[in-house]
């Protein structure tokens, strides 16, 4: 059972307005792309109206996970740009409570862990592609949730926490390619994890 402290709650909700703040700053009014998220957009768009995956050749990521939320907004609201835009900044809020999470989990706390967050949250290239339909963000906070649940299955020898590691790891995968390489490092860990039996790290290692 997952217990967080009250203060934790207070920092979590601390960011949410943050966010939340900038977001009302910056404004995410405007139906039209930015940057090249038309690829993407074109791609939430055909999926939601056709049924159909169309990626363009100008499209590098696969994009395919993140295609089929937007197309699923898309089916409750209409296709916007606006709508698309609101979808990539609540995944960078996950991003932001999911590195602090994982901060937690190694041990970085107080000053430090402010820091990094205040570092992440602010820099200026998660700031522009946090309002945009790109896909690093959405690959972000899906990464970082899929190491901060690999990491809880490895220490604490719960196959459940692995699988949701590999869950999330497997739409990051669906976003852009490379998160392959999570996988890949969560099964190496698994293996040469020592405090456990041949076969549960096997088995771990197998589901990571």
Same mark, same amino acid.
């Given at each position: 059972?997952?217990?967080?402290?009250?203060?934790?709650?207070?920092?979590?909700?601390?960011?949410?307005?943050?966010?939340?703040?900038?977001?009302?700053?910056?404004?995410?009014?405007?139906?039209?792309?930015?940057?090249?998220?038309?690829?993407? @957009?074109?791609?939430?768009?055909?999926?939601?109206?056709?049924?159909?995956?169309?990626?363009?050749?100008?499209?590098?990521?696969?994009?395919?996970?993140?295609?089929?939320?937007?197309?699923? &907004?898309?089916?409750?609201?209409?296709?916007?740009?606006?709508?698309?835009? =609101?979808?990539?900044?609540?995944?960078?809020? &996950?991003a932001i409570l999911g590195s602090m999470q994982l901060l937690r989990a190694v041990g970085v706390?107080?000053?430090?862990?402010?820091?990094?967050?205040?570092?992440?949250?602010?820099?200026?290239?998660?700031?522009?592609?946090?309002?945009?339909?790109?896909?690093?963000?959405?690959?972000? /906070?899906?990464?970082?949730?899929? @190491?901060?649940?690999?990491?809880?299955?490895?220490?604490?020898?719960? =196959?459940?926490?692995?699988?949701?590691?590999?869950?999330?790891?497997?739409?990051?995968?669906?976003?852009?390619?490379? @998160?392959?390489?999570?996988?890949? @490092? /969560?099964?190496?860990a698994y293996l040469l994890h020592t405090d456990r039996h041949l076969r549960g790290r096997v088995?771990?290692?197998? /589901?990571?």
């Amino acid at each position: 059972m997952l217990v967080m402290p009250l203060r934790t709650y207070s920092v979590q909700l601390a960011i949410t307005v943050g966010v939340v703040l900038v977001a009302g700053l910056v404004g995410v009014g405007g139906d039209f792309p930015l940057s090249d998220d038309w690829s993407y @957009a074109h791609t939430a768009k055909t999926m939601c109206e056709q049924g159909q995956i169309d990626i363009l050749p100008w499209t590098g990521a696969s994009s395919i996970f993140q295609s089929a939320y937007g197309a699923l &907004l898309c089916k409750l609201t209409g296709f916007s740009f606006v709508t698309l835009r =609101l979808s990539t900044l609540t995944m960078s809020l &996950l991003a932001i409570l999911g590195s602090m999470q994982l901060l937690r989990a190694v041990g970085v706390t107080g000053s430090l862990m402010a820091l990094a967050i205040v570092t992440l949250a602010l820099n200026p290239l998660m700031v522009n592609l946090s309002f945009t339909y790109m896909t690093d963000v959405p690959f972000t /906070a899906l990464s970082v949730w899929a @190491a901060y649940w690999y990491l809880r299955g490895l220490r604490r020898d719960r =196959l459940v926490y692995t699988l949701a590691g590999a869950a999330l790891a497997s739409a990051a995968v669906l976003i852009r390619q490379h @998160a392959l390489m999570l996988s890949v @490092a /969560a099964t190496v860990a698994y293996l040469l994890h020592t405090d456990r039996h041949l076969r549960g790290r096997v088995v771990a290692g197998f /589901a990571a």
